[in-house]
């Protein structure tokens, strides 16, 4: 909310010519969010000390603008009013715009010149370690000084609060501090508050150019900056001339998914896939299709006739609709898509040779899992069940991991808990099984995914 | 004269009043007049008119086939409907019959063929003086003949009911009487008991009537002095020790109207023997037979009327109960036709046998879904089986087991145990039902996808038909699916709450006075203000032990109660604090003879648990506390740099239009900082008065506010006060239970309303969250229109942390008043419509699809709606 420059130096009170901002009058500005304020705490010959101050409406942030029917983004208890975020990043480009291209008719040598200039940034969220913010300003020349809060003095078992009292020093050009701090300010915190569309690309490689190329932590500014979004970020790193840098920056993708399971959801699916073949299936339904990869790797085969896909998701189907819409028709007119519960008896689920259930039931509650056990083998009952579900004792090969592999996971079995369960659905339903592993390039033949393959009794399937 | 009196005299043509009907004659025959004079409009589908309407051209026979596809896509609905229809085309050639005769299957009712049968003459006379069209002779000719020679086929052909009309005499002066289907006894309204597979046990049936209260009239056998039916689910005969006895107790009490009789697989096969079928005489037929004939010739004829007039199934009650030996799916009700018969009397059998030999029996009755209650008997097990509304009693008397009555519309089941093993059943009777949750004696439900997608209309006792768009219910299947407990203990979800209107006080959001008004215009005269508590909103279901859970809710888990959230959620994802809890909550109800006093052994409470940072710690972590510290940080340091400019001296010069930075007065802006930082010290003592450190289970309380239900009653019926008093008495120290502080305002009386805004201020001075406004009694109607069963009145230093810490300044503040109630009011009501009908259900022992159906409804008006199509 409050961000202060001070200048240090003969005629500090110049810092008003370079700001075009009269030291003596305080000014107002209105912004989309409410108002922001210039003023100057200290004007003396040897100091001087501008002050930008927002006023943010929080209300207009919780209901949209008086008058819109837009609707808010934001909550009613909300810190945005409070912190340095990219709401301050737009109010010094809008005020201080002029300064930050360089431009100063009255004074054309300062603008050019360094000058010792301090900067403060009251509130500026920044989560996790917060080194980052050495490795970020201290290569752009700057001495980095912060303080921290604990969250609660009440409550000091919750620990220190996100937000810090930046203060960071420096022998620069104005117009260079302020295109650093409209660059990196959005950066510490993990939100904007606006959409993040190309034009953001743009902004970027305007205001930062000439200092991003080069900089060290180049990969992490542009991938924060762009909110994660790959295909801007990938756009972006190209327009500062650093393409070799496009395969590393998958590694920005901070998402729970390593390469390592996305590797393993790739192995899955090529497994189940060719395990549903050779149970000389022509029709599949896969129950928890989620995005549709296992659809995907079915489709091309000639020996499926029917492919469904269900999910309990209707947003995940529409990825999978979205992907499928655009196969040609006779691929296209074997595939079904429709919303179904595991937990809900479903005459549509019958009559397929096989029904895959990849990675689905660790997302089910135990206490629920009777009633997807009877649906499944013993109303629907199909000749063939595939299913596969993460294996326990793997878990010890993932470093740093807590509980367990997924926030959404309500249990993960070891490989002998797993196959109890499967023997105490083949004596109730009837049917007999085959287990395996999924990817065992483990040295000690720990693998990551199990999978059985259960096959109803009594069904010749030669 | 002869002639003249055959001329009046009218010939009656019988049918059933639900039936498809043929009319059968060429061209020109006068098909559609005799329609006319007979049937409703609506009733006869022509052929003629599905021409036209398809091709604005009655003659064009090029589009026969669509004409006819429309009519049968009509003629369907209607049979479905169970609507008698009339097929009015010529119907002369075999495959035109043919498919009148599958259709007929399809809908299990009985085709009937009325033929006009007129000699050619006179049909090519009358096609002659056609205006309107006029076909070539050779037409009519080829359908005389054609119709000539099926005549004698069509009984083969499958029609049950044949009529041919042979001169224009006939025609015309024929009447259409419309008769009862033999299976419709809509008429009687019972009371019923319904007695289980007999088997000729004559000791235990005498017993299990004079339990009933049946006593015996020397000359007509047993009766009821109220005038109760008995109704006999066949299987009658066979395997038993007194086999004459029961069948005189029987055929007199039909005889004599006390009882009405069902036909069962074994009375069928005697039937078939008495008639002279060559049966195999096994299963206790050959005895049955040899006790039969030696009764004497008189006695054997009389048994073959008696045995031989049985039905399958009878429709009783207006529709409301349906009784069958072996069951009976819903679209087969009130049907007649040779499958729906076999259902009846074998149910649901594939044909496959079972490890003792016995035919599979499938479990139609998990998946009835139909309105009727649906009572009948044929396979034998431990204890009656009850599931989704229907009751198979056939307690095995004859096999050692009991035999059972349940009484209609008590829904008491009454039973009588068997004196011997009178026969040894072929497979053990537990083994019957077929189940393989391991459960011997509860039904483990299972619910289906169409009894919650799509659109749903749910009928309430309070609202009837509220809708439920596909939009909702299919974003609630997946919450459901995904995050909800078992939806066998999710039998109540609360409705959402209004506040009362916006306050006309200028420093308030929310004031009681309008509240006390919201109900004094709508004619409450008395109201409950309940103090809110600062914690999250819990629904607790507890019962008296883990055997009585499986039994009531039919849970498979072994917990012996839930603890949920408005959503439906665990409370606690910590499922050994979940246990833990229950268990104390249940002692503490043992120890307070809470159980005995409400006569139940499980309830369902409506609850806050407190603290409040036991659910929501991480809320408060992650948004509340860091609103808190950055607000006071970064408005301290704001405070700081205004004042030291502000001291400093400014000035306002002179701009221009243009100009972007308009002059300002800093020690304005300055005041209004200070401003917001007393608001952010106010804002974070109200949230910190919603934590404390919970280090184990004793540091949690419970404050119901409800006692929804327990065993077969909802406690809507009673008033808050009762509600709060009876809570009361059970929360004897304050180590969990606490009651909930409360007083009653009339608002009608300003000393009293003033006492009430008072005892307000006072709650809400330090942060408290306010109070909740209830009219005196639970459901509150002004005339016919429901209110609002609760209103809230939140406390004005609380609201920060709703509304955010500066929500009192006043441009904030009066734009916040700037809200509609409406949307909100409407859903609140719905929903506690909603979840006041599943208590009901759940109480009344509803079939578990029909719980869930009102909790999934709440649910999805809770859910943001999403597009379901693909």
């Known amino acids: ?337 429709f919303q179904g519960s595991l937990i809900y008896k479903d005459k549509r689920f019958s009559d397929y040779d096989v029904a895959c259930v990849i990675e689905v039931i660790e997302h089910m509650d135990l206490a629920r899992l009777n009633a997807f056990e009877r649906i499944l083998f013993e109303f629907t009952s199909p000749p063939t069940v595939i299913l596969t579900t993460p294996n326990a004792e793997y878990n010890i090969n993932y470093e740093h991991m807590e509980g367990l592999r997924h926030t959404d996971h309500r249990f993960e079995w070891t490989r002998e808990e797993f196959k109890i369960w499967v023997d105490k659905i083949c004596v109730s339903y009837g049917y007999s099984s085959s287990l395996s592993d999924i990817d065992t390039s483990d040295e000690h033949q720990n693998t990551p995914t199990q999978m059985v393959i259960f096959t109803k009794e009594g069904v010749d399937n030669g | 004269m002869d002639n003249k009196n055959e001329a009046n005299s009218k010939k009656i043509i019988e049918i059933p009043e639900f039936c498809l009907v043929a009319l059968i004659g060429a061209s020109s025959s006068g098909k559609t007049t005799f329609a006319s004079k007979h049937f409703l409009p609506t009733e006869v589908l022509s052929s003629d008119y599905f021409r036209s309407l398809i091709c604005d051209d009655e003659n064009n026979l090029e589009i026969s086939k669509d004409a006819f596809d429309t009519l049968y896509f009509v003629a369907n609905q209607r049979l479905k409907n169970m609507k008698l229809t009339v097929i009015d085309a010529t119907s002369v050639q075999k495959y035109a019959r043919e498919q009148i005769i599958d259709k007929a299957k399809e809908y299990d009712c009985h085709a009937v063929a009325i033929v006009l049968n007129l000699p050619e003459k006179e049909l090519q006379e009358r096609n002659k003086n056609r205006n309107d069209r006029g076909f070539d002779n050779r037409v009519i000719t080829k359908h005389f003949l054609e119709l000539k020679r099926s005549l004698k086929n069509l009984k083969r052909e499958g029609f049950r009911y044949i009529y041919v009309l042979n001169s224009v005499n006939d025609i015309e002066n024929v009447e259409i009487v419309r008769t009862k289907l033999w299976n419709d006894k809509k008429h009687l309204t019972g009371p019923f008991d319904i007695i289980g597979d007999v088997h000729e046990c004559f000791d235990e049936l005498k017993e299990l009537l004079k339990q009933l209260g049946y006593t015996k009239k020397r000359t007509d056998g047993y009766f009821h002095k109220n005038g109760r039916t008995a109704v006999f689910l066949g299987d009658i005969m066979d395997r038993g020790p007194k086999n004459i006895e029961v069948l005189k107790l029987i055929m007199d009490m039909v005889e004599s109207g006390n009882a009405i009789c069902i036909n069962g697989n074994h009375d069928e096969k005697l039937n078939k023997y008495l008639r002279g079928s060559n049966v195999t005489q096994s299963h206790g037929l050959a005895d049955t037979i040899k006790e039969i004939e030696s009764e004497g010739e008189d006695f054997k004829l009389k048994a073959k009327d008696f045995i031989g007039s049985l039905r399958s199934h009878f429709v009783l009650d207006s529709g409301k109960l349906v009784v069958s030996h072996a069951g009976i799916i819903e679209k087969y009700q009130g049907r007649g036709s040779a499958r729906v018969r076999h259902f009846c009397l074998y149910g649901d059998v594939n044909g496959e046998r079972d490890e003792y030999g016995l035919p599979v029996r499938l479990d139609w009755a998990m998946d009835y879904r139909g309105k009727a209650t649906v009572v009948y008997g044929h396979t034998p097990q431990i204890e009656p089986y009850i599931i989704n509304n229907t009751y198979c009693i056939d307690t095995g008397c004859v096999f050692g087991g009991k035999l059972t009555a349940l009484r209609y519309p008590e829904r008491e089941i009454v039973s009588i145990e068997a004196k011997k093993v009178y026969s040894e059943p072929s497979k053990p009777l537990d083994a019957c039902i077929k189940s393989s949750s391991n459960n011997d004696d509860i039904a483990d439900d299972v619910l289906r996808i169409d009894d919650v997608s799509g659109r749903m209309i749910v009928d309430t006792f309070l609202i009837p038909n509220i809708t439920i768009a596909e939009e909702n219910s299919t974003s609630a299947l997946e919450v459901m699916s995904r995050f909800a407990v078992d939806p066998k203990w999710l039998i109540y979800l609360p409705p959402t709450m209004s506040p009362c209107e916006t306050s006309t006080q200028e420093d308030y959001l929310e004031y009681p006075t309008e509240a006390f008004e919201y109900y004094r215009k709508n004619g409450v005269k008395k109201v409950v203000c309940e103090k809110k508590h600062m914690g999250s909103r819990a629904v607790i279901i507890l019962t008296k032990d883990s055997e009585t859970a499986k039994k009531r809710f039919g849970v498979l888990d072994n917990k012996q109660g839930v603890i949920y959230t408005r959503t439906g959620r665990c409370f606690f994802e910590d499922e050994l604090l979940e246990e833990t809890l229950i268990k104390k909550l249940s002692n503490q109800l043992i120890k307070t003879n809470f159980w005995q006093d409400l006569n139940t052994d499980w309830v369902c409470l409506d609850a806050e648990l407190m603290p409040w940072s036991v659910k929501a710690q991480a809320l408060i972590e992650k948004q509340y506390a860091p609103v808190g510290i950055s607000g006071k940080e970064g408005l301290t340091k704001a405070v700081s740099a205004l004042s030291l400019a502000v001291e400093r001296g400014y000035e306002q010069a002179e701009v221009s239009n243009i100009t972007s930075g308009k002059n300002v007065d800093l020690s304005k802006v300055l005041e209004n900082y200070k401003q917001k930082a007393v608001a952010i010290e106010k804002y974070t003592d109200a949230y910190r008065e919603y934590c404390w450190q919970v280090t184990n289970i004793n540091d949690i309380r419970i404050a119901p506010f409800h006692i929804l239900a327990s065993e077969k009653a909802v406690h809507h019926n009673k008033s808050h006060l009762w509600h709060m008093e009876t809570i009361k008495k059970y929360c004897v120290d304050d180590s969990l239970f606490i009651a909930t502080d409360y007083i009653v305002v009339d608002t009608n009386n300003i000393k009293s309303i003033e006492k009430g805004i008072n005892w307000w201020l006072e709650l809400t001075k330090s942060g408290g969250e306010g109070m909740v406004v209830k009219p005196f009694e639970f459901v509150a109607k002004n005339g016919t229109k429901l209110i609002q069963p609760a209103v809230k009145c939140r406390g004005k230093e609380y609201l920060r942390i709703i509304y955010g810490p500066e929500y009192t300044l006043p441009q904030h503040l009066n734009r916040l008043k700037q809200r509609g109630l409406n949307k909100k009011r409407s859903l609140a009501l719905r929903e506690f419509s909603l979840g006041l009908e599943g208590l009901k259900r759940f109480t009344e022992n509803a079939p578990l699809y029909k719980v869930h159906q009102c909790a999934f409804a709440v649910l999805a008006l809770e859910s943001e709606p999403v597009d379901p199509r693909l």
Not at chain 1, 275 to 303: F, H, R
Not at chain 1, 310 to 324: G, M, N, P, Y
Request: aromatic letters at 8%.
């Open chain 1, 1 to 337: 909310m409050l961000l202060t420059i001070t200048y240090k130096g003969q005629n500090s009170t110049n810092l008003g010519y370079l700001l075009h901002k009269n030291p003596s009058r305080p000014q107002q500005f209105e912004m989309s969010f409410g108002l922001a304020y210039v003023f100057y705490p200290k004007a003396s010959e040897t100091e001087t000390t501008v002050a930008l101050l927002l006023d943010i409406n929080p209300i207009d942030l919780a209901r949209g603008k008086l008058g819109s029917k837009d609707g808010g983004l934001f909550d009613y208890v909300n810190d945005r009013p409070y912190v340095s975020s990219s709401f301050m990043s737009t109010a010094i480009s809008k005020i201080f715009g002029t300064a930050m291209s360089g431009k100063c008719d009255k004074m054309p040598d300062l603008v050019e010149q360094k000058i010792d200039l301090e900067s403060s940034i009251m509130m500026l969220p920044c989560s996790g370690d917060k080194k980052i913010l050495e490795r970020i300003f201290a290569p752009l020349g700057y001495k980095v000084e912060y303080d921290t809060f604990i969250l609660d003095d009440k409550f000091t078992e919750w620990g220190e609060s996100k937000y810090i009292n930046l203060y960071l020093k420096g022998n620069i050009k104005l117009s260079e501090l302020l295109n650093h701090l409209y660059v990196l300010l959005p950066v510490f915190d993990n939100q904007k508050h606006y959409w993040i569309g190309s034009g953001e690309v743009e902004k970027l490689i305007h205001h930062g150019e000439w200092w991003l190329a080069n900089h060290p932590e180049k990969n992490i500014i542009t991938a924060r900056y762009l909110r994660r979004k790959k295909s801007l970020i990938n756009r972006a790193l190209k327009e500062l001339e650093c393409e070799d840098n496009l395969e590393s920056n998958n590694n920005l993708e901070e998402e729970k998914e390593s390469p390592q399971i996305i590797r393993l959801n790739d192995l899955r699916m090529e497994v189940v896939s060719k395990a549903v073949l050779e149970s000389k299936a022509k029709s599949v339904i896969d129950l928890g299709c989620g995005e549709g990869k296992l659809i995907d790797k079915l489709l091309k085969q000639k020996q499926l006739e029917r492919i469904t896909g269900v999910d309990v998701c209707i947003q995940s189907l529409e990825r999978a609709k979205k992907k499928i819409d655009i196969l040609p028709e006779r691929i296209k007119e074997k595939i079904t898509l």
